[in-house]
């Protein structure tokens, strides 16, 4: 099966300079999605022979839309498509192991593998985020933006929604899945990545984006089967904005009950802690406020744009 590859960024000229190299060779074609650059990525990526989509600076910015915007212009005869983030870089081996699960699973649709921190260890927040990307191995409910997809099961059902600021994969994969298709989680290295997380504002602004994806989702699939992320919204909600407001509340007028109440955050802590360990516990706890914000931002949108958190 011929594979084609579709590398979506923006201002990564320096990490696309690893990770559109590291394609060629493996894939039939590249195609390279920017969204607005000023770095040099355009000039970068043709200069290595790519194909260059730049998407009209005229619309709204997502991934989603350049993912889409990828396919359209990818040759006659691709049957699998690899997407990329431009901060990533794929490793040797992966194309051939995930190719070869697609051709003797005629019902997957998608295959992703461990997308791994670079750098681990360069701050708290790259440490969490590549414990983040340890998914459990075998079928799966998504994937991340790194993936290799059957480009007709991927059609069949709409490509991506270009709106989707965030969570655009699990969405994608909710309507794959309902359409019969399957999602595996291989057992094989697949990406290297460098999220650069080094300051909170970074993580705080991750944690918004997460929290609107929950929302989201949930609104668009929370009614099916699988209940597609309203756990997760509701948690948010919980932990992150009704019971702080309760707590406040109850300060103006049963201090002792506002206290009663505030225990649940260093019990919540604790249990996670137990399952996670201290770091792990302490950010999930913490990043239930950003996540609630992301929620509730989402749900006030009036005038139906797409949302940039930056």
């Given at each position: 099966?011929?594979?084609?590859?579709?590398?979506?960024?923006?201002?990564?000229?320096?990490?696309?300079?690893?990770?559109?190299?590291?394609?060629?060779?493996?894939?039939?074609?590249?195609?390279?999605?920017?969204?607005?650059?000023?770095?040099?990525?355009?000039?970068?990526?043709?200069?290595?022979?790519?194909?260059?989509?730049?998407?009209?600076?005229?619309?709204?910015?997502?991934?989603?839309?350049a993912r889409n915007a990828g396919v359209e212009v990818l040759d006659p005869g691709i049957a699998l498509v690899q997407f990329l983030d431009g901060d990533c870089i794929l490793q040797d081996g992966w194309v051939a192991v995930a190719e070869a699960h697609l051709y003797e699973h005629p019902e997957v649709a998608v295959v992703c593998g461990r997308r791994r921190e670079e750098h681990p260890q360069a701050s708290i927040y790259?440490?969490?985020?590549?414990?983040?990307?340890?998914?459990?191995?075998?079928?799966?409910?998504?994937?991340?933006?790194?993936?290799?997809?059957?480009?007709?099961?991927?059609?069949?059902?709409?490509?991506?929604?270009?709106?989707?600021?965030?969570?655009?994969?699990?969405?994608?994969?909710?309507?794959?899945?309902?359409?019969?298709?399957?999602?595996?989680?291989?057992?094989?290295?697949?990406?290297?990545?460098?999220?650069?997380?080094?300051?909170?504002?970074?993580?705080?602004?991750?944690?918004?984006?997460?929290?609107?994806?929950?929302?989201?989702?949930?609104?668009?699939?929370?009614?099916?089967?699988?209940?597609?992320?309203?756990?997760?919204?509701?948690?948010?909600?919980?932990?992150?904005?009704?019971?702080?407001?309760?707590?406040?509340?109850?300060?103006?007028?049963?201090?002792?009950?506002?206290?009663?109440?505030?225990?649940?955050?260093?019990?919540?802590?604790?249990?996670?802690?137990?399952?996670?360990?201290?770091?792990?516990?302490?950010?999930?706890?913490?990043?239930?406020?950003?996540?609630?914000?992301?929620?509730?931002?989402?749900?006030?949108?009036?005038?139906?744009?797409?949302?940039?958190?930056?």
């Open positions: 099966m011929m594979i084609g590859a579709v590398v979506i960024g923006r201002n990564e000229s320096t990490r696309l300079e690893r990770s559109l190299p590291a394609l060629i060779g493996q894939v039939a074609q590249v195609i390279y999605v920017d969204s607005g650059s000023t770095d040099g990525s355009v000039a970068m990526a043709q200069g290595l022979g790519v194909r260059v989509v730049e998407l009209d600076m005229q619309q709204p910015f997502t991934a989603a839309r790259n440490t969490l985020i590549d414990r983040e990307w340890d998914t459990p191995v075998g079928e799966s409910r998504a994937c991340g933006g790194d993936a290799l997809m059957r480009l007709d099961a991927l059609r069949a059902v709409g490509g991506y929604r270009a709106d989707m600021i965030a969570g655009e994969e699990p969405e994608l994969c909710q309507r794959l899945r309902r359409a019969g298709w399957q999602i595996w989680r291989l057992d094989a290295e697949m990406t290297s990545h460098d999220a650069q997380l080094a300051r909170f504002g970074q993580w705080w602004r991750r944690s918004l984006r997460a929290g609107h994806a929950f929302a989201e989702g949930a609104a668009l699939h929370g009614s099916g089967p699988d209940r597609h992320w309203v756990a997760e919204t509701r948690r948010a909600l919980l932990w992150g904005a009704l019971l702080p407001a309760m707590i406040l509340l109850l300060a103006l007028v049963m201090p002792w009950a506002a206290l009663v109440l505030a225990l649940l955050y260093p019990i919540q802590l604790l249990r996670l802690m137990r399952r996670g360990g201290g770091l792990w516990g302490f950010f999930t706890l913490l990043g239930k406020f950003p996540e609630a914000l992301g929620v509730l931002k989402y749900h006030m949108r009036r005038d139906g744009r797409i949302i940039e958190y930056r």
